[in-house]
């Protein structure tokens, strides 16, 4: 029987889409063989092992919202959709935890949440396309990471389907455990290389009282940086530190400024109200304008405010470095590729070090060479600061043209060993993340 | 996996003196000794050697040795482990990390620092204290316990509730392989480049390599500190309280629990002020800004009172805030006013089926005709069962052995976990299927042969399938010497 057939047998003929319906999970002109919607865990395990016998390699696909970023694999294979298994299976208020299948989106999820005063600490962008299994996968951040952390700090248990089939339990569903390896570390971020994500339990937190978002204007990227220092120093305790540059200030309709700093504060009307009185008194010395309040939908137009500033982005970077050279950073990179005669535009998580930078689609100039050029500037720039940084989105003739995940070095031969004894025929998206894995 | 003749010992040894230098390697037997259990005294084995490397490269030099001979090898730390992770379940070496103990470099402006594994977890604090700072993760053991010991088992404390354990406070480690390779996982960044691997490491109980150096995340101290002590009459109370605490929309930072049975020894042994008469007392921290401290303790004193409580204080000073942590860490030792010898226990529940597990748990105790006193953290559901018992009455060790793995069954049935802090270790290798299928342990397993292919890196840990040659009869209970010392906690 032709794999397709086999498919259709175990999701059901009104579940393998074939043809033109594929149009939306074309990856850089690749077309995939089918797309599969399985209703069930046990479906996904069963396509999966379909697929595996027949050599072709499968695409886990959530909301779709970070298939831009790495390698696209050399053949398209079998697109994998969850967005069928999308439901919030367990909340318990009094245990501050949710159980939720792998392809409810994060705007569901926290609108579940939050009916009953709790919400899960990640604010990606895309929250109305992204799935909890993507964003898990792609470990997606957002501006909260400053004080709440990163994927790795709330996923507590995961169900993943591994490449052979087998439905593999990590974790639990207790906020703390130290029973057997710590899987749920394994998963996030492992861009489904690894095995499919199809249930977590993540830790959750109370709804605060209050929260604030504040925006103080500088007329230079190195005072800005200072700001930022004094405020990590300082007692406050924001839940957002976020730096943006003049492109991406404008990108939020922002005041014109060089730099401009939004911070954010959560908590008791009063502990929001006496850190915004304080902040104002921190920024000053620096050259920091008084702080005004931003209305609350720009929170979610944070993250992606260096993306959404051009139309059309020839490429954009994620940077990693020691949060106390970020304003560095991004100087010296616009700096360059102003250099080459490419405008860019750059916003940070300031106080974790977690930069993202586009570069502008110029006409004639955007050849894949120098966008190229200009990147492995900006990946210089990240590993002088101590870090590393990975193309996140870019076309592939400029994917082809530089490194598209940085080099792990020695770690990376453990990466290669670990996808060898979990997926040692290669099936699950293989050639897209680090070192070719 | 071989194991090593008489005539080849004093060869190895030599080679190992030059690697390590002459006063670094043990092999007397009453020397080693020493190094035949950690906390969890129940357990004991032997190693041929122990060694004392300084600096990464030699801990890698014993490492390929190691290979080399195909014998097995543990790193060890303050030895204050309570799963017996730490053993030579297999003879070999032990490789000692207390000679790499120094704080290599603090970065105050980025909030990490670089140490060695065999730095005692609170000496990192007291070097960051005077700017302000400490570092986060406290197990009870913190003025003994170093920081390579919590890597392995990702350890906890009471103030995790609000900061998380370990591994939410490593970003990197230096970590020798145990094919003797040194390799950087993660690093001083917040994010890592590809998989997780620092992640994985930590909670690896020592199976996938050694830690040589390890970049923490210190942390600011907070502003204002404010401790409350809720007191009930029905430990029930005590329970619906905790999850109150939690609906109400509050995250203290730290929320723990002490029963009547325990209330009374630390009354007995110390006078801290906890009342005689209640069935259960919770220890309740907030801190964080000063600004809203007070109205916050409002929530957590009406939370409480709505549960039941029958008198809700909080600390008026410091001097009472300190003698009130000091009856909750100080129990342990207080069991001795009630009983010759107790053994913990630790596992973890959902918070919201606290009233249901701790009165299964004192229904198990009192069936196998035993005594417990119940001293945890409550804000994570993590329990600390403490079976008393007289290891001079035959049989009684037995059935504190067989009531534990009763008390694991109902944590794993309602949803748990068989180890919140203490880990796997020897201990509770064989409770691993009461939570975990052949599938998962089968995936577990092929993690570990990608770190460690040979095994020889802390053999018999972690995995149901126990072939070790563990002296594990009932054996009298002994006080750890740095329980003697008054140094340690065990919980």
Request: hydrophobic content about 45%.
């Amino acid at each position: 029987m032709p794999l397709l057939d086999k498919l259709r047998a175990i999701v059901g003929p009104a579940h393998v889409l074939a043809g033109v319906e594929l149009s939306p999970f074309v990856i850089e002109g690749r077309t995939p063989e089918a797309a599969v919607l399985p209703g069930s865990v046990d479906e996904v395990a069963a396509v999966i092992v379909q697929a595996a016998e027949a050599g072709v390699p499968v695409v886990p696909w959530g909301g779709g919202s970070a298939i831009g970023v790495g390698v696209p694999a050399a053949r398209a294979g079998l697109v994998l959709l969850l967005t069928r298994l999308d439901a919030l299976v367990e909340h318990e208020p009094g245990d501050l935890t949710a159980t939720a299948q792998a392809g409810i989106t994060l705007a569901a999820l926290q609108a579940a949440l939050r009916a009953r005063g709790q919400w899960l600490s990640l604010d990606p962008p895309d929250v109305a396309r992204a799935t909890l299994g993507g964003v898990l996968a792609a470990n997606a951040s957002g501006p909260r990471r400053h004080l709440y952390g990163t994927a790795r700090d709330v996923l507590i248990g995961v169900t993943v389907v591994t490449a052979d089939g087998s439905v593999v339990r990590g974790g639990g569903k207790v906020v703390k455990n130290v029973a057997g390896y710590d899987l749920p570390k394994l998963f996030v971020g492992s861009f489904g290389t690894l095995g499919v994500i199809v249930e977590a339990t993540v830790k959750l937190r109370p709804v605060p009282d209050e929260e604030r978002l504040v925006a103080t204007r500088f007329e230079r990227l190195t005072d800005a940086g200072a700001a930022v220092r004094a405020l990590l120093a300082s007692d406050l305790i924001p839940n957002a530190v976020e730096l943006l540059d003049a492109t991406s200030t404008a990108a939020l309709g922002l005041p014109p400024a060089t730099a401009t700093l939004a911070v954010g504060f959560d908590g008791l009307g009063d502990q929001v109200d006496w850190q915004v009185a304080e902040l104002a008194s921190l920024v000053a010395p620096c050259g920091g304008a008084k702080p005004v309040a931003l209305p609350p939908p720009t929170w979610e137009r944070l993250a992606s405010a260096a993306r959404d500033a051009f139309g059309a982005p020839a490429a954009m970077m994620t940077l990693s470095v020691l949060p106390a050279v970020v304003a560095d950073t991004m100087e010296q990179g616009a700096e360059a590729s102003r250099q080459r005669g490419l405008a860019s535009a750059w916003c940070a998580h300031a106080g974790v070090g977690h930069l993202t930078a586009t570069l502008r689609a110029e006409g004639a100039r955007q050849d894949p060479a120098s966008v190229a050029a200009v990147l492995e500037v900006w990946r210089a720039a990240a590993r002088a600061g101590g870090g590393h940084a990975s193309v996140t989105w870019a076309p592939l003739p400029v994917k082809s043209a530089l490194r598209v995940w940085d080099d792990a070095g020695a770690a990376g031969r453990l990466m290669q060993r670990i996808k060898a004894q979990l997926d040692p025929s290669n099936v699950l998206n293989p050639g897209r993340f680090v070192g070719g894995i | 996996m071989a194991t090593l003749t008489a005539a080849r010992k004093p060869v190895l040894r030599r080679e190992l003196e030059t690697i390590v230098g002459a006063g670094g390697v043990l092999s007397d037997p009453e020397e080693l000794l020493v190094y035949e259990s950690d906390g969890l005294t129940l357990f004991r084995a032997l190693a041929d050697f122990v060694v004392f490397p300084t600096s990464a490269e030699q801990v890698a030099a014993v490492v390929r040795l190691a290979n080399r001979e195909s014998i097995p090898f543990v790193a060890r730390g303050a030895g204050t482990g309570l799963s017996g992770g730490c053993l030579p379940a297999e003879g070999g070496l032990v490789i000692s990390m207390m000679r790499m103990n120094r704080v290599l470099e603090v970065d105050y402006d980025n909030q990490i620092a670089v140490v060695e594994p065999g730095l005692v977890n609170l000496h990192l604090s007291w070097a960051v204290g005077p700017r302000g700072f400490y570092y986060a993760p406290d197990p009870s053991s913190q003025q003994a316990c170093t920081i390579g010991g919590n890597i392995a088992n990702n350890s906890g404390g009471p103030h995790t509730l609000k900061y998380g354990v370990t591994v939410n406070h490593v970003l990197g480690l230096e970590v020798v392989l145990p094919d003797g390779e040194i390799v950087w996982l993660g690093g001083k960044t917040r994010d890592a480049l590809g998989y997780d691997l620092a992640g994985v490491f930590v909670g690896s109980e020592g199976t996938f390599g050694i830690a040589t150096k390890i970049v923490v995340r210190i942390l600011k101290k907070p502003q204002a500190v404010k401790t409350v002590l809720a007191v009930f009459d029905r430990i029930e109370q005590a329970s619906a309280a905790v999850s109150a605490i939690i609906a109400a929309g509050l995250v203290p930072a730290a929320v723990e629990m002490i029963d009547q049975l325990t209330i009374q020894a630390v009354e007995d042994a110390f006078g801290c002020g906890y009342p005689r008469d209640a069935a259960a007392a919770l220890l309740i921290e907030l801190d964080g800004l000063a600004v809203g401290m007070s109205a916050q303790a409002d929530r957590i004193v009406a939370a409480c009172r709505e549960a039941g409580a029958r008198e809700v204080r909080a600390a008026a000073d410091e001097a009472e805030r300190q003698l009130l942590w000091k009856g909750r860490k100080s129990a342990f030792g207080a069991y001795g006013r009630v009983s010759p010898a107790y053994m913990v226990m630790d596992g973890v529940i959902p918070r919201t089926k606290l009233p249901y597990v701790l009165s299964r748990v004192n229904e198990i105790v009192a069936a196998h005709g035993l005594r417990v006193g119940n001293v945890f953290h409550a804000g994570d559901g993590n329990l600390h069962p403490n079976i008393l018992y007289d290891p001079r009455t035959p049989g009684e060790e037995a059935r504190v052995v067989a009531a534990g793995a009763e008390i694991m069954k109902v944590c794993a049935e309602v949803g748990g976990s068989i180890s919140g802090e203490h880990g796997i270790g020897l201990e509770k290798a064989d409770f691993m299927p009461f939570i975990f299928s052949p599938a998962d342990l089968a995936l577990m397993q092929r993690l570990k042969d990608a770190f460690n292919p040979r095994g020889l890196c802390n053999p018999g840990k972690v995995f149901p399938t126990r072939k070790s040659c563990v002296e594990t009869g009932p054996v009298a209970y002994r006080p750890h010497a740095i329980e003697t010392q008054g140094l340690a906690q065990r919980f």
